[in-house]
């Protein structure tokens, strides 16, 4: 890892990384109120959520190629204006289309943050470094869950959610001035020639590299286990076992603290396959052990220990995956990062709709063991590829 880069570059491209869940998870506890101010329906208000995701995965692929032709800064601080931008007018937006219309635009200018910090990240580290930075990134981005609702739902007892999204806007703000003191990480010999075009076909080109496309598949496997646990988890958590909507809460933000901390274990490792053959166990085990704890209806601390030993596995999958995905397309890390980033919302809109189908229990118990059995099985196939590559390099 490079020497004396202080504070202000991870903490910044922490936050960048963090935007996501912010985006998504800031207002919620707003969102009965918003029915009231806007006089619409909840399923109308619910929109926003889902246009917001919308923005986040399609952002990713429309920034992550221009910035291999552009740079990063530059489109990292246009992100950030046009996330500042969008925010204002969700402020003042005077019906519900508009809203969502520019969350769909917030959501875009978020993505920014997402693709860019993997692209920056990428460019500035190798190896193993990449590895340990991209686990304190995860660190960080794991704190974002655990915060935005639990801070969301302290200031709407003081402010409207338009001032909720004035906060939100000060954020964006806040990390486009800091974007501005961020260096290009992308001298311009290393930037993609050709068109604009050409710029886009690199996003089907990182699909001929094996390491790739392996890490990509594993990577989503594993958050197919995640979402499954993540759209079942309120409906198990509070009509099953009764809890309140605080103690869901609060049981929510243990787990999410806990995949910060495998982000920090899985930067730690020294080989990469060892930290991906762990990560896949634990997240294989640890479905297993939730699976069983929910069919056979097994008291809420043992589930709850199931969940916390699946999502450590998840943790320290991030890290590593990532690493070994960017370094295998370093020459287009920024296709390479829209890929690979919008790839995990592909598996949450696979795993929401099918937990809901039938009895919860059983079908989250099944998409999460056939999301872990396939990370196992990918994670195998993709060490045996990094064993065999190294030794055809000797």
């Known amino acids: 890892m490079k020497k004396n880069i202080g504070f202000f570059i991870p903490i910044t491209l922490g936050l960048l990384t963090a935007f996501g869940p912010f985006i998504t998870d800031f207002y919620l506890p707003a969102m009965p109120t918003m029915s009231e101010s806007f006089r619409t329906s909840p399923s109308l208000i619910a929109l926003s959520l889902t246009m917001g995701m919308i923005g986040l995965a399609a952002g990713q692929i429309f920034i992550g190629p221009l910035s291999d032709k552009f740079g990063r800064k530059k489109l990292l601080i246009f992100s950030m204006l046009l996330f500042s931008i969008a925010s204002v007018l969700c402020i003042f937006s005077f019906n519900i289309y508009l809203f969502n219309l520019m969350r769909l635009f917030q959501g875009i200018g978020g993505a920014g943050g997402i693709v860019l910090s993997k692209s920056i990240s990428t460019d500035m580290f190798y190896g193993i470094d990449l590895q340990r930075f991209l686990g304190l990134l995860g660190a960080i981005n794991g704190i974002a869950p655990v915060t935005a609702p639990v801070i969301g739902g302290v200031i709407i007892n003081f402010v409207s959610w338009r001032g909720i999204f004035c906060i939100l806007l000060a954020i964006g703000i806040i990390l486009m001035v800091c974007s501005c003191f961020l260096r290009e990480s992308l001298p311009e010999n290393q930037r993609s020639k050709g068109n604009i075009a050409n710029a886009y076909i690199n996003l089907f080109k990182v699909f001929r590299t094996p390491r790739f496309v392996l890490s990509m598949l594993a990577e989503m496997a594993s958050f197919l286990t995640f979402f499954g646990y993540i759209a079942s988890s309120p409906f198990i958590l509070q009509k099953v076992y009764g809890l309140s ?43 297993i052990a939730s699976a069983s704890c929910l069919i056979l209806q097994a008291p809420l601390f043992l589930l709850l220990s199931g969940y916390i030993w699946m999502c450590i596995g998840f943790g320290i999958m991030q890290p590593a995956a990532t690493a070994l995905a960017m370094e295998a397309e370093r020459t287009r890390a920024g296709a390479a990062s829209a890929i690979f980033g919008a790839s995990g919302f592909v598996s949450g809109a696979i795993a929401s709709p099918l937990v809901s189908m039938g009895n919860i229990a059983i079908t989250s118990s099944a998409v999460m063991v056939v999301g872990a059995v396939i990370c196992l099985f990918l994670t195998l196939i993709l060490c045996q590829e990094i064993k065999t590559e190294a030794l055809a390099e000797e």
């Not at 899985?266 to 930290?275: C, E, I, L, S």
């Open 245 to 287: 909507p605080l103690m869901y809460s609060l049981c929510f933000a243990l787990i999410a603290f806990t995949i910060g901390i495998g982000s920090l274990l899985g930067a730690r490792f020294k080989y990469q396959n060892t930290a991906l053959k762990t990560a896949a166990i634990h997240i294989f085990l640890g479905s």
